[in-house]
């Protein structure tokens, strides 16, 4: 019964931020052109620099599009679900408007985390299943149907791992006047998630490679998931994958419940 009165409380946010995107209708369109504008510009660098090499640390052009492709679906996930509802928790805790959702018989993280969507951002998940097609007609093979059930797998860790990561950056504001800083950082990290891992490991000895793996887990987030479509992902490298999202999933909750505690209403 729990569960399902939490999806319905996610339709009715839902259909709220639709319903109010809607109303816009031209901004909506423009928004979404726009979207797709800076995406097709992103590729630019992959194109210049795999003119000069074939292959550059393992991975060909069609296999690195794959990891572009993900970082666009993802990239759309971060910026149409998860960055605008926690980016106006902000807002709340300095003006301390926090109140009125904590005082709702619901969960708090739950109601700040899906108090608004952008609907046109889906246009970059169309993008990045457009790229995963465009990138297998270049490789001249399709995935099997392990590597796409991997790959669903994944796209599931790396929304929680993404959802994780930022629930992390907001938890700050309690802390701190500002992240504005902490959310522009975080976001200019991501950036680095539109290449393959391997491809850093040849600056500081590795030591990005280990850091975009374990600390902050971007690699999970893109190159394991094109891996897994390409049927290079061990195993034992998605077993992990599912357990570290678990794992940053139940710290970003205590992390959360602890910055909660700290809060101080408005009437105090």
């Known amino acids: 019964m729990k569960v399902k ?19 816009y209708r ?5 928004e979404g052109l726009t979207s797709l504008f800076w995406t097709f510009t992103a590729l630019a660098p992959l194109f210049v620099v795999y003119g000069e090499r074939p292959n550059i640390e393992g991975w060909s052009f069609g296999e690195a599009l794959l990891v572009v492709g993900w970082f666009t679906l993802l990239q759309g996930i ?25 005082l709702k018989p619901a969960d708090a993280q739950f109601l700040v985390s899906t108090q608004r969507f952008q609907p046109w951002r889906a246009f970059n998940v169309l993008t990045g299943i457009g790229l995963f097609v465009y990138a297998f007609l270049h490789l001249g093979r399709w995935p099997s149907v392990t590597g796409l059930l991997a790959s669903v797998l994944l796209l599931g860790t790396s929304t929680l791992l993404l959802y ?6 907001v938890s700050a504001a309690f802390f701190v006047v500002r992240v504005d800083n902490l959310t522009y950082l975080f976001t200019s990290i991501f950036d680095f998630a539109r290449w393959p891992s391997s491809v850093f490991q040849g600056v500081g000895r590795g030591v990005l490679t280990m850091v975009f793996t374990y600390v902050i887990p971007l690699a999970l987030m893109t190159t394991f998931p094109a891996q897994a479509m390409l049927g290079r992902l061990p195993p034992q490298s998605l077993v992990g994958a599912v357990v570290g999202a678990g794992l940053f999933a139940w710290g970003s909750r205590q992390v959360w419940l602890r910055s909660i505690r700290r809060y101080t209403s408005a009437s105090s």
């Open 5 to 23: 009165r939490y999806l319905r409380l996610l339709g009715i946010q839902l259909k709220a931020s639709g319903l109010l995107s809607l109303q």
């Open 26 to 30: 031209a901004d909506f369109f423009t």
């Open 164 to 169: 994780s990561l930022w629930i992390l950056t």
């Open 78 to 102: 971060l910026e149409g679900a998860i960055n605008p509802s926690l980016t106006g928790v902000v807002e709340h805790i300095r003006k301390g408007t926090l109140d009125f959702v904590l």
